[in-house]
T-cell receptor
Framework: DQQVKQNSPSLSVQEGRISILNCDYT??????FLWYKKYPAEGPTFLISISSIKDKNEDGRFTVFLNKSAKHLSLHIVPSQPGDSAVYFC??????????????FGKGTHLIIQP | GAVVSQHPSWVICKSGTSVKIECRSL??????MFWYRQFPKQSLMLMATSNEGSKATYEQGVEKDKFLINHASLTLSTLTVTSAHPEDSSFYICSASRDYTDTQYFGPGTRLTVL
């Protein structure tokens, strides 16, 4: 059973526009969420995270929104740049901040930024 | 800071042989290290969690006698795939965290191909 779901396998966005990547989760015990960026044959690179006590976290061009009641989070990238083209993984963790427990990953969304 | 390396980056071996993959935290001490596995176009699946000096905790369905994990120091964890078979061919990624409040930092991954 997929506890973290990324229902869009791919997303194409024009350069300069906003990219919105979505993630849903089913396990109500998750309280820490992360987004990773990954290129083929490389390990994931941490982008941004959010604790369940917040509903928004912003870091430069990246903003993550969390809707606990809907068990939904989204990653906004604005403006989108060609270098943002990659696979984005949503991950979740049970209470700890992510450092002590393994992460549960979604299947990823392949973001393609078109010039 | 927070760099994690893996060695080798890729390995090809014959069926029945054992393969060791190293995961090192280069500029920090990792209390906890994790091992993930990724099949093509699939999510990263947590295999096991290891704390320095303790036995690894394996996820359900992961054979601990087949995937031997050793976390002998605060900067090194090893995964040994024993008696490898073609179905073990996969992309293995490790991550490390400084403590339970820290995020996980991922290594670049190791591509294992078993002939």
């Amino acid at each position: 059973d997929q506890q973290v779901k990324q229902n869009s396998p791919s997303l194409s966005v024009q350069e300069g526009r906003i990219s919105i990547l979505n993630c849903d989760y089913t396990n109500s015990m998750f309280d820490y969420f992360l987004w990773y960026k990954k290129y083929p044959a490389e390990g994931p690179t941490f982008l941004i995270s959010i604790s369940s006590i917040k509903d928004k976290n912003e870091d430069g061009r990246f903003t993550v929104f969390l809707n606990k009641s809907a068990k939904h989070l989204s990653l906004h990238i604005v403006p989108s740049q060609p270098g943002d083209s990659a696979v984005y993984f949503c991950a979740a963790s049970t209470p700890s901040g992510g450092g002590a427990d393994g992460l549960t990953f979604g299947k990823g969304t392949h973001l393609i930024i078109q010039p | 800071g927070a760099v994690v390396s893996q060695h080798p980056s890729w390995v090809i071996c014959k069926s029945g042989t054992s393969v060791k993959i190293e995961c090192r935290s280069l500029d920090f001490q990792a209390t906890t290290m994790f091992w993930y596995r990724q099949f093509p176009k699939q999510s990263l699946m947590l295999m096991a969690t290891s704390n320095e000096g303790s036995k690894a905790t394996y996820e359900q369905g992961v054979e601990k006698d087949k995937f031997l994990i050793n976390h002998a120091s605060l900067t090194l964890s090893t995964l040994t795939v024993t008696s490898a078979h073609p179905e073990d061919s996969s992309f293995y990624i490790c991550s490390a965290s400084r403590d339970y409040t820290d995020t996980q930092y991922f290594g670049p991954g190791t591509r294992l191909t078993v002939l």
